[in-house]
């Protein structure tokens, strides 16, 4: 992997302002390692900034992937030349992929995976889920079923004939090379590159012109100057790609301290309603206790202690308080007059069978009393979490 490459994706990716590729800032670190992985897997494959055209006319520049994926058909490896663009919405939703036929080339009509105008179609596209889908699973799919139904042909032009033809006696021969010539279709092969003739020496040699000494100094400081203005703005890139990963690394980090500090967060919320509930209760309490001391001081203050009647010094704040008042009384009495028949009974004051008797009147009498009781309890909580939810501030409010 070039360090060019790297530089390249860190600049364009870094890039703010009216110069800024449309992607989302959160995504663009998945963007940049999912063309770093793809390049080192498919080297035919280099990444460039070009303008798409939406269909409504719209312009944008974008990234894209432009090379050629290997496919083989028949035992032969060949390169079928692909752009692969990343959209805006990329890599949450798929790239768009085209086949990029060259001048000599013709698309396959009708192909399964690809339309007419170029557009690639298979299922991995389809079925794309980030972030489990990247750009090397799609180069690997784009290569298998590629494989499977070339859709790229290269079509032969027929060879131009001799305007002043002559027998010749090679002329069988020729003909052969014309019929195989002819327009025979094939998969898409690329062009085999010959090297140049080497071009002979003059015959006379040549002539060595002097150059002027003013000339040749120039020229030689202006290299000079060029070498050591290379040499400076390569190690400033090496000094800012360096800059560049430390900030993409940095970035990582914060996102995952930002994760954190946003779970802590919620924590600290939650914490906070269940405190607020809690002093909403504690409040109602305090202003029970308050209203009670404020109604009993006076009479404490004015008359004896021993004259004050009990029954009378706390007076139920309601129906429901006064009722379980009177039940807790009732269950309470039942449970001393019990313990005194105990005492009775093993005296021998009392008989057994008039023990058992009234122990069992009074058993039912008591569970009576506890029964309603619980009942009691269980509406005096209601109503109570009614009276919080009524006082709680609207945030906090019971929807």
């Not at 055209?53 to 035992?75: F, K």
């Not at 004259?307 to 007076?315: P, S, W």
């Amino acid at each position: 992997m070039s360090q060019y490459t790297q530089q390249f994706l860190n600049s364009v990716l870094s890039q703010g302002g009216p110069a800024a590729l449309p992607y989302a800032e959160g995504m663009k670190w998945h963007i940049r390692q999912h063309l770093l992985h793809l390049i080192e897997a498919y080297a035919s494959l280099q990444p460039k900034t070009a303008v798409f055209t939406h269909n409504d006319g719209r312009t944008v520049n974008l990234l894209q992937a432009d090379g050629t994926v290997p496919m083989s058909y028949q035992g032969v490896t060949y390169n079928i030349p692909v752009i692969i663009w990343l959209m805006e919405s990329y890599p949450q939703h798929a790239p768009l992929v085209f086949v990029n036929p060259t001048r000599d080339m013709i698309i396959k009509r009708p192909h399964p995976f690809v339309s007419p105008n170029g557009i690639v179609s298979i299922p991995y596209i389809h079925s794309w889920v980030f972030p489990s889908s990247n750009l090397v699973e799609l180069a690997r799919n784009l290569s298998h079923f590629f494989a499977r139904d070339p859709p790229l042909y290269s079509q032969r032009k027929p060879s131009n004939p001799n305007p002043n033809p002559s027998p010749s006696p090679n002329s069988g021969y020729g003909s052969m090379n014309s019929s195989v010539g002819s327009n025979a279709a094939r998969p898409a092969i690329p062009p085999r590159v010959y090297s140049p003739t080497p071009t002979p020496p003059p015959p006379y040699g040549s002539g060595r012109i002097m150059e002027d000494p003013a000339e040749v100094f120039k020229k030689n400081a202006i290299d000079k100057l060029v070498g050591s203005l290379n040499g400076d703005i390569r190690e400033m890139r090496k000094g800012r790609e360096g800059e560049v990963e430390g900030l993409f690394n940095a970035q990582a980090v914060l996102r995952k301290r930002d994760e954190e500090l946003r779970k802590g967060l919620k924590e600290m919320q939650d914490e906070k309603e269940a405190l607020e509930q809690q002093l909403q209760m504690v409040l109602t309490n305090s202003d029970v206790l308050e209203v009670w001391l404020r109604e009993n001081e006076g009479k404490l203050g004015t008359a004896d202690v021993t004259a004050v009647d009990v029954d009378q010094a706390f007076e139920p704040c309601d129906a429901l308080s006064k009722q379980m008042l009177d039940c807790t009384a009732s269950d309470l009495a039942v449970e001393d007059t019990i313990y005194a028949l105990d005492k009775a009974a093993q005296e021998g004051a009392v008989p057994f069978d008039q023990y058992l008797r009234n122990v069992r009147l009074l058993a039912r009498e008591q569970f009576f009393h506890r029964a309603t009781a619980s009942k009691v309890r269980a509406v005096q909580m209601q109503a109570q979490v009614a009276n919080m939810a009524s006082r709680a501030p609207p945030q906090y409010a019971f929807s």
